[in-house]
């Protein structure tokens, strides 16, 4: 058979190519370098670590630790991606970085670059803070080590640690942080950013833990890093050229936003809210006959089991946030040392107390009668334990010293969301129960509506003008965090902020001036059902309003870190 | 109680206990190490090798090797090579980073042909390879053969560059090509051709380690080649480190002297130092009689730069310049290294041969700790300058000698008429012809010319107007490839084998450890595949594959200053751990002896016919573009992080390089000026020449004198702002002069 010339020519081309391509995919440097390369043998890199390492381990008292020479380190940044490598991390994980300092003036200009990794604390925040004694300091090398089968990925440790160490990985749902290669470091070799570094600026030195908690005192640690009095990191910076008076971290006037952490912004709402909601009730049937009397047996049981289902949502909430969730119930081994813990303790009693309480409502419906000491003592216990509860919550973001979490400012903002939001519950439950006991609304309007109005109205305020002295700081002249915060807040999330206030105000005081207003409800002209979708937008403006403001909370809490170092 | 169920009761209260507190499970092992064996030390236990192999790196031209772990023949994971003369067990984080930047969406799979909607499209190699073909040969028969051309590079083996010069020029009629080395080198070329005799950068780089005075120019070693500063660190001798750079950079403050100079006043201040040595007589007349010509008129010319007059220029005090001038004296072993501070300049040949001249006058060269060394940027720029034939001819040699033309013929078995009688047009001629409509066709192999070249906006209207614009690539996403007609999806470093020549002259090999993705292909085949569909398949029927044109090298080599005759084949350089050139058959014994570090000129013989080095000269221009009213300050542009590599192609591809690099544009800027116009640190700024407007972030630094702004070279917005202009003798572009200024950018700036 003949062929066309032009197609034999066509197929030897596309064999030609089918070989090309399958050559390409062919992997030959084994075969084709016949050199043999020994397949055991000690680390042939040891001979340029071997004095970057202790000879012995440490005495009592002493503890391994990072030593820096910022003389040698030239920010090659070759440490970072030698501890990547050598580590196996995942592709955006970072166990160590660099960051920089910049100051001084014209002649003597300086750009000190900064490598940084864990500093095994003697005093660790990450440790102290872990819910579920996920961290441990080894007792022989003083090394912080992570377990992370123990950890439920709650991430506390992420907002405890001022060096902003952990880093989470959403896939594992766990922490993970740099352990000085342990392992290596055990079988006498050196770390990998030890290793790596070409200018030999990193070594494993032995310290003595008393003095580096005396000399914290003095803050010597690195220029522009977090106070070290508060963990006493162990990382010696050495150098010979101090740093200018004027050193700022590259990076210090850009901000940062944070985290938003959406399920901890719902839980904390939500159960705020419910706190809010025991608290109402029990005021309210404690001192006004009407409820006593008229609505008890009504919308007591709605009104309480709305409290109820409210903070349980805000704990389920809470659950989205832990990376592995079924383990949350090891959250009790922190109680010692963890606000953490202690806070999800008191929510446990919290849950247990309002539910007795709750059913204890309910018994009437069953024929059972209605016991009302025990009404009263499970009443007090389900407020008392929503308070401590809601304590512990703010104390949780105390602990981890961030300046725009004080105590102050945090305690008011969580026990004005649960009256803004506990207070509209009350008056929708009023309403209610006015309708279904056939009562004029005015008149209970009248009585005890404008009152909760007028309370609402004054904390609604308050609240807001508390977030509004934020944005004060927007003024000062230096770059605190709290400056820091308030620039995130009219910047980056100003659209956030402004739709908080927008929230905040048609909820928390616009709504309520219209129900209040002369010759409104007074004379009876609002519609009884104007005013019970006024009161039911009231809550729901406000709900989206404290989220809101939940979200900043978060997202604007300007984390401490290392100088310059891009946060993770 | 039985003791089975005793044991039941174990076993649950275990199973209990362990969901209380786990400390030993999946997530722990994860991160569990074993002995990696190869003499690797731990390694995580799921990438733990069962081979290693090394390789030279292929990023910058350092040249470290890295040492790549194999599982069943694939590349999983690398350190650097421990005993290697270059490396020496440690790289930066490029090269770390290597192998994860081949792994990238951006990367070809297929080649992609501009379909009439205008939108690239995939299409077969055969469909790619016609139109290849069709497009540039019509291109040809309309235009003339001329009228096509290529752009090389610095970043391919020697091989692929050799083949690619041979294919284009001598199998395609094209006569018309250059590299991007034009960027970075062209300017050493020229000063080594004319004070040498021949490109020849004389050092190894053990003379970081053995002088006891080391002279940077235009060079941040630190951020540009971490691991030669390495070298600097090593040397015991307590050197003195003098850094001539307009900015502090992180060498600058390392240095014992920093001599902040006025951008491009490098010339006059280098003459100024000559001029003192010779008023003082510090100098080695002995090896100046025996080694050099030209010294009478040198001195000559350097007499009017006086101490007082170069202060005046350099504004560096004259008691400073002295001060220099005696360490330079009182040095026993004086190195002097420059990059692209004198390179990238308009009188950058002038600038390094000033450099060479201090050399030659003081006899620091060809002597351990001496030399005039320049510092090559890219991989393989060094192979490209001996054998991409675009210049020169194959091996160093002269389009225009017949004799020369008639030695490759013979050695390649080709028709000397093939071989072009006049050397190609420079990268910025070759832009000049597209505008002038001479050249119609363009072939851009591995470069990234809309990013990278000078005065972008009229660069990118430059390429549009082509007829037919090919680029061969790893990555389909870079800013050429986007304006290409056709693209071929190339295989990169790591997927191919060949070899690289460093800075110090060593030639390593690289090899093929990852497998490439879709259908692309090593460049060597895709040379192949277009010489078979071209029609002159039988010219290179013999270039099968890349170790078989090394040999060819050889040849074309031999006899040259660059004669690597010596080396057997792949396997040698592998155990060697590279061979710098020269390495003749002939130097037999003397060869092995010292074949670990090698230097030039130790017997003071050069490559011009008389054997002596040149002193070469010439009066100092001022820059183009000054600093005027409208424009007031001068943009300095230059490297910004070690994480970064040219145009980001590879280095954006790695997760951790990225975080490891500033994401967004920005400019340093003195305090002082930043009061003056009004900028706060971190505000967006806009920055404007004649040619572009770009925004970019404040960095408010001290490390730039007043008056100068920096930006790094990476971002793609960057050359928007550079002014095309080029050093009259090697046409390369000088990026670190022109004119600008600074504003806060308002919000309804369009940029």
Redesign the interface.
Known sequence: MTQNPSSAL?SA??E??DE??E????????T????T??????????K?YRDLIPAAAPNSGEQYAFEVDL??C?????C???C?????LE??E?WR??GQL?G????A???Q?VTTACHHCVDPACLSGCPV?AYEKDPLTGIVRH?????IGCQYCVLKCPYDVPVYSKS?G?V?KCDMCH??LA?G?APACV??????AIRIRIVDQQTLVDESEASSFLPAAPDPAYTVPTTVYKSNRPLPQNALP?????VQRTHGHLPLVFMLVLTQMSVGAFLIEQIMYSYFSFFREELAASVRPLHLFAALGLGFLGLGASLFHLGRPQ?AF?AV?GLRTSWLSREIVAFGIFAAASTAYVSLAFWPYFGLAAHDGRQTVLGAAASASGLLALFCSVMVYVDTRRPCWKFSQTSAKFLLTSLVLGLPIALLILIAGAALNGQALHSVMTDYGRLLCRVLLVVGAAKMVLEVSELLHLKGRQHTPQKRRALLLAGELGMITLRRFFFGFVGGVALPLVLLAEGGMRSGQYHPLFVGVATLLILVLLTIGELHERYLFFAASVAAKMPGV?AA | MSTNMQQQADAVRQAAAKLWRSENGPLTHDLVQQPGKFGLGRLPAGKTPNATTQMVCGFCATGCSLNIHLRDGQAINLTPTVDYPVNSGMACPKGWESLSVLKSSGRGTTPLLRNGRGKLAPVSWPEAMAAFRDRLQETQARHGVESVAFLSTGQMPTEEMAFLGALAKFGMGMVHGDGNTRQCMASAVVAYKQAFGFDAPPYTYQDFEQSDVIVLIGSNLCIAHPIMWQRVLKNPHRPEIIVVDPRKTETAMAATEHLALRPKSDLALLYGLAHILIAEDWLDRKYIAAHTSGFDDFCAHVAEFTPQRVAEASGISAAQLHRIANIIHAGKRVSFWWTMGVNQSYEGVRTAQAIINLALMTGNIGRAGAGANSITGQCNAMGSRLFSNTTNLLGGRDFESAQDRGQVADILGIDAACIPDRPSWSYNEILEGILRDKIKGLWVVCTNTAHSWINQNTCRDILDRLDFLVVQDMYSNTETAQLADLYLPAAGWGEKDGTFINSERRVGVIKKVVRAPGQALADFSIFRLIAEYWGCGRMFADWTDPEAVFHKLKELSRGRPCDISGIADYQMLDQRGGIQWPYPEEGGADNDKNHTHRRLFEDGKFYHADGRARFIFETPRAMPEPPNKRYPYLLLTGRGAAAQWHTQTRTACSAVLRELAPQQAYVEIHPQDARREGLRPNQEAIVESQRGRIRAKVFVTPTVQEGQVFIPMHFEQTNQLTHAHFDPHSKQPSYKDCAVRVRRAESWDDV
Do not use: M
């Not at chain 1, 084709?32 to 050199?35: D, L, M, N, T």
């Not at chain 1, 001084?104 to 002649?107: H, I, S």
């Not at chain 1, 290793?195 to 030999?200: F, I, K, L, T």
């Open positions: 066509q081309r596309n030609f190519l090309l391509l050559g390409q995919q062919s992997l030959t440097a084994v084709q370098f016949a050199q390369y020994e397949s055991n043998g000690s680390p042939a890199g040891a340029y003389d040698a030239s920010g090659c940044k070759a970072v991606t030698a990547h490598a050598l580590n196996g592709e955006n970072l970085n660099v910049v001084g003036a014209d002649e200009a300086v750009v670059h004694e377990l992370d089968d123990q950890c594992k766990i993970r392992d290596r079988a070799e290793q790596a570094c070409p200018n030999q590259a990076d210090f006037f850009s383990y090891r081994l891009p």
